[in-house]
């Protein structure tokens, strides 16, 4: 049954590639790379318990990771990966640092700070000459290999979903594992946590150097699709998306991450669509009544509708 599974799932994962047109391609591959930088929030935020607003600034990193290399180096996009991944992941492993000392609304606002900070720094002149400063880079979307026969737009939707993909693979292994119980052990009760022994310091470090590479690799796969990177398209305002589609998808869930790049995508574009006089009036009624019909996210309705009860005399347990 598990393989039927996942064989439908797949194909249903596809089908996209020849069922739409370029334009909702586009979009849907959006949707994917949101979803992706959501996941790396999640790590950080739903399975550390380390409030972050400022995943606005990794994904801005991994985005000119590529970018800049693509632009002014004429590097190919899948050269620019591991990079992107290293820069990313030594920004994550420093801003965790202040994690040690900082909690709560404290690391929030710190991280906020950075989330401001970074489109002014990718403007002042001493980067100017690499990050293009107000104006920004253009890059060419890479095209698919000759034995491939798909459009650029039906290409990047495959790399985003095989990049994307393999990283929620990895994370699920890793939140099986013994460094995903120690990460949720941390957030439950850093207190007890540390009295087992576990190193604090070093347990927060890394949850931000991994959180901040999976979604630079979403920064990444952005600047290639749209091929376009500038300062004022990584604003604050993407750092609370990504974290409003954190909480509307499901807190510390991975299938609630993929529900919140949906929401991150689609729902601005709904609520412009019903009134281009006052879409944040709509955004902010739907988003509202997001939180009200579903206070643990789309993930505990789906996961509320597929767990087995189990009848235990004298009393029913799910």
Not at 22 to 28: D, G
Not at 42 to 68: C, D, K, M, P, R
Request: a positive charge; aromatic letters at 10%; glycine letters at 12%.
């Amino acid at each position: 049954m598990k393989p039927l599974l996942i064989a439908g799932g797949l194909a249903l994962a596809l089908l996209p590639i020849w069922a739409l047109e370029s334009f909702h391609l586009f979009q849907l591959t959006l949707a994917v790379i949101m979803a992706l930088a959501v996941l790396g929030l999640n790590i950080v935020t739903g399975y550390n318990g380390q409030i972050s607003l400022g995943h606005g600034a990794f994904f801005a990193v991994g985005a000119y990771a590529t970018a800049i290399p693509m632009s002014l180096l004429d590097w190919s996009f899948w050269a620019t990966l591991p990079v992107s991944a290293i820069v990313c992941g030594v920004v994550g492993w420093g801003v965790g640092f202040p994690a040690l000392r900082l909690g709560g609304l404290y690391l929030a606002l710190t991280t906020f700070a950075l989330a401001v900070a970074v489109p002014q720094i990718l403007k002042h002149k001493a980067v100017e000459a690499w990050t293009g400063g107000v104006q920004g880079l253009f890059l060419l979307k890479p095209e698919a290999p000759a034995w491939l026969a798909l459009s650029p737009d039906q290409y990047m939707y495959l790399v985003a979903l095989l990049v994307a993909g393999l990283c929620y693979l990895l994370t699920a292994n890793l939140l099986r594992g013994r460094i995903g119980r120690a990460m949720m052990a941390v957030r439950d009760n850093p207190t007890a946590a540390e009295a087992m022994g576990m190193d604090l310091a070093s347990l927060k470090t890394r949850t931000f150097a991994v959180s901040a590479i999976i979604t630079g690799m979403a920064g990444s796969l952005s600047a290639a699709v749209v091929e376009f990177v500038a300062p004022d398209s990584f604003t604050f305002i993407l750092s609370i998306s990504l974290f409003v589609g954190m909480v509307v998808g499901g807190v510390g869930s991975i299938l609630g991450s993929v529900f919140g790049g949906l929401f991150v995508l689609f729902v601005p574009n709904l609520a412009e669509a019903i009134s281009r006089s006052a879409p944040g009036v709509i955004y902010g009624a739907i988003l509202i009544l997001f939180l009200f019909i579903l206070p643990d996210g789309v993930a505990g309705l789906v996961r509320r509708f597929t767990t087995k009860k189990r009848i235990i005399p004298g009393r029913e347990t799910s």
